[in-house]
T-cell receptor, first 111, second 114 residues
Framework: TQLLEQSPQFLSIQEGENLTVYCNSS?????LQWYRQEPGEGPVLLVT?????EVKKLKRLTFQFGDARKDSSLHITAAQPGDTGLYLC???????????FGEGTQLTVNP | EAGVVQSPRYKIIEKKQPVAFWCNPI?????LYWYLQNLGQGPELLIR????????DSQLPKDRFSAERLKGVDSTLKIQPAELGDSAVYLC????????????FGPGTRLTVT
């Protein structure tokens, strides 16, 4: 199983601040997905990146897949309290169709 | 369109007792997944089904866990007997097929073993 490490594990910021969450591995992934999970709910897919170097934007969220397809980052501009949640990266292993999840980053945006 | 349905949402049992979780995937989704999620952690795959066939169960503790997906639609995950360390959220997800397809997750079943 290929491992994914996320950092930071916890992040508490004020409304309006910017932040970046990192997802790193020593292994290459076929694709990488970012999910957001709220308490009592299952994760919800935000984006899938497939090509090395790919950048995708979703409103105030910018996702980047590393050139070597081993790492990814999620940048949020002007965070809002509604962005609060557990952000999970998940890589599709090259050896099959299994998704390996990182441990998550718990983001709290204070009003 | 209805999402992935799981029941029960919460379950409290004593150790050594059996427990079962049920999942109804999104209609038309051939692939079904069962994940285990510990508090503050990411989901860990237990088993993946393609229709009624379990194609990836290498991380399922087969001494006490079992799963089935009869007719390739609904699925049941069973633990017998439950141990204290089994306390976690059990998530079911489905996708149209395997690969780079979005997985849709249910709300999960929170299991507490006392």
């Amino acid at each position: 199983t290929q491992l994914l490490e996320q950092s930071p594990q916890f992040l508490s910021i004020q409304e309006g601040e910017n932040l970046t969450v990192y997802c790193n591995s020593s292994s290459v992934f076929s694709s990488l997905q970012w999910y957001r999970q709220e308490p009592g709910e299952g994760p919800v897919l935000l984006v899938t990146v497939v090509t090395g170097g790919e950048v995708k934007k979703l409103k105030r969220l910018t996702f980047q897949f590393g050139d070597a397809r081993k790492d990814s980052s999620l940048h949020i501009t002007a965070a809002q309290p509604g962005d609060t949640g557990l952000y999970l990266c998940a890589g599709e292993e090259t050896s099959g169709s299994r998704l390996t999840f990182g441990e998550g980053t718990q983001l709290t945006v204070n009003p | 369109e209805a999402g992935v349905v799981q029941s029960p949402r919460y379950k409290i049992i004593e150790k050594k007792q059996p427990v079962a979780f049920w999942c109804n995937p999104i209609s038309g989704h051939n692939t079904l997944y069962w994940y285990l999620q510990n508090l503050g952690q990411g989901p860990e795959l237990l088993i993946r089904y393609e229709n009624e066939e379990a194609v990836d169960d290498s991380q399922l503790p087969k001494d006490r866990f079992s799963a089935e997906r009869l007719k390739g639609v609904d699925s049941t995950l069973k633990i017998q007997p439950a141990e204290l360390g089994d306390s976690a959220v059990y998530l079911c997800a489905s996708s149209i097929s395997s690969g780079t397809y979005e997985q849709y997750f249910g709300p999960g079943t929170r299991l507490t073993v006392t």
